[in-house]
């Protein structure tokens, strides 16, 4: 979809501004890292001091794409006068300030232009820009897009890298509804651009631990099933992290396995952390469970969502989340 105005407002931005600052949300995935790091590699390109500031460490499957060491986990000691004295602020694949974590404070006070580049429903009006398109699969679409209006020279391996790994995993590897010729058409551009698919999938799926491929089992052999079988539900525990030596971030796609079941249209996946659960919802066709994320401050996508809780207990949670489920199923 052509989106004259939102790359025009990026140009003008690029244009009058020097110092940029750029981020994406707590427990950051390919889209959001991918998209920072291409538009990062862009600016710098153009002459233009930018950088990285993230409120977590890059997971682990994601380092190989940071190969200059361009992020930076934000340190407000050391970093806060960045925030403070840019030009401008973007943050990428994200829309509520409250998933800004630590850098939150500085980017509110800040005086320099804020701006989100997104794909998400229902922003917070937090910022100056809002560069959003809904029906784009991934934050890197809209940012490849932006940078194709300001110059197709400029797009080069080290960008595509980026904006390829954005729209891979958000798009499922390439399955999910909003992939459509286009994104195959973005892609080949990016493939021609130099990208190695095996390279980046590679990386970001066949690279576990051993801990991680039995944690998969674990959870796997203890899936359950609701609402005659149309709701899967799978939980992981504190303990089975700690035992298997697997970090939370490191279970993004588990989700996906234990909704792989006929007849399932709606899959909750339950993450015990240190301070409260990490809930994640994916249901397939028209079922909105950003209705059911919303229920518990989250958010998300009509079809994939997510939302944290603080100071619950998991049984507990799992009980209340399942039987709230009953309200967005069909009848
Ligand atoms: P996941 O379950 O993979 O963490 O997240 C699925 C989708 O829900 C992502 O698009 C993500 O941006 C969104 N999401 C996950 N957690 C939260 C949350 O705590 N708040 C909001 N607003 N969105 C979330
Ligand atoms: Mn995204």
Excluded: W
Excluded at 13 to 31: E, I, Q, S
Excluded at 151 to 169: C, F, N, Q, S, V
Excluded at 270 to 289: A, N, T
Aim: proline share 4%; aromatic share 8%.
């Amino acid at each position: 979809m052509e989106h004259p105005e939102l790359t025009g407002i990026f140009r003008e931005l690029v244009d009058a501004n020097k110092k940029f600052v750029l981020t994406t949300h707590v427990n950051p995935d390919g889209d959001g890292l991918g998209s920072e790091l291409a538009l990062n590699r862009f600016l710098n390109k153009l002459g233009k001091q930018s950088v990285i500031l993230n409120h977590s460490e890059t997971p682990s499957n994601h380092t190989f794409l940071d190969y200059d060491n361009e992020i930076r986990t934000f340190d407000p000691g050391k970093d806060a006068g960045l925030i403070l004295e840019a030009d401008v602020l973007i943050a990428l694949d994200m829309n509520n300030p409250g998933r800004l974590r630590s850098l939150e404070k500085y980017f509110l006070e800040s005086r320099a232009k804020k701006v989100i580049i997104d794909h998400h429903l229902e922003a917070d009006d937090f910022v100056d820009y809002q560069l959003i398109d809904l029906d784009s699969p991934a934050t890197a679409e809209i940012v490849y897009r932006c940078i194709l209006a300001y110059g197709p020279h400029l797009l080069d391996k080290r960008i595509a890298e980026g904006l390829y790994t954005g729209i891979m995993t958000d798009t499922g590897s390439f399955r999910f509804p909003r992939t459509d010729g286009e994104v195959h058409r973005i892609t080949g551009h990016l493939l021609d651009l130099g990208v190695d698919p095996f390279y980046i999938y590679h990386n970001i799926y066949e690279e576990n631990s051993l801990g991680r491929t039995r944690l998969l089992g674990e959870m796997l052999s203890n899936v359950g099933l609701a609402y005659d079988g149309r709701v899967s539900h799978a939980v992981i525990t504190l303990e089975q992290l700690k035992r298997n030596d697997v970090v939370p971030d490191d279970v993004d796609n588990f989700i996906n396995q234990a909704g792989a079941i006929a007849g399932v249209v709606v899959t909750l996946f339950f993450l015990e952390l240190e301070d409260g659960v990490k809930i994640s919802f994916r249901s397939k066709g028209d079922i909105p469970v950003n209705e059911l994320a919303k229920l518990y401050g989250g958010g998300g996508h009509k079809n994939a969502s997510g939302a944290r809780l603080t100071g619950v207990k998991l049984d507990e949670t799992v009980r209340k989340v399942l039987a709230e489920t009953g309200r967005i199923l069909p009848k």
